[in-house]
Nanobody, 123 residues
């Protein structure tokens, strides 16, 4: 099992930045890929960014390219999502998730999930 715990969410104004974190514990050898997803009220959970834990390969959806950056600190077993130039439409609960296989965008492909952290962007 892999345990994931997110933190760092909050309320920010549009245009500002926020970084959310995800600490992994347990069988982290099964977390080849770490993904960040988000879910806004009334909407489906969507992939935002993902990266391989050891290889450093990253992938972003078009709506966040150039604004969000996923990074990792292997020594701390922590993955970060730095979010710049935030927009009201970025408001959602942000989840980190892990999977053993390669990066995919489908939530159902991820085996382990954190509890989520709320990010609210005011206009």
């Amino acid at each position: 099992q892999v345990q994931l715990v997110e933190s760092g969410g909050g309320l920010v104004q549009a245009g500002y930045s926020l970084t959310v974190s995800c600490v992994a514990s347990g069988r982290t050898d099964r977390a080849n890929v770490m993904g960040w997803f988000r879910q806004a009220p009334g909407k489906e959970r969507e992939f935002v960014a993902g990266g391989t834990w050891r290889g450093g390969v990253t992938y972003y959806v078009d709506s966040v390219k150039g604004r969000f950056t996923i990074s990792r600190d292997i020594a701390k077993n922590t993955v970060y999502l730095q979010m710049n130039s935030l927009k009201p439409e970025d408001t959602a609960v942000y989840y980190c998730a892990s999977r053993l296989g390669p990066i995919t965008l489908r939530p159902d492909d991820y085996e382990y999930w954190g509890q989520g952290t709320q990010v609210t962007v005011s206009s």
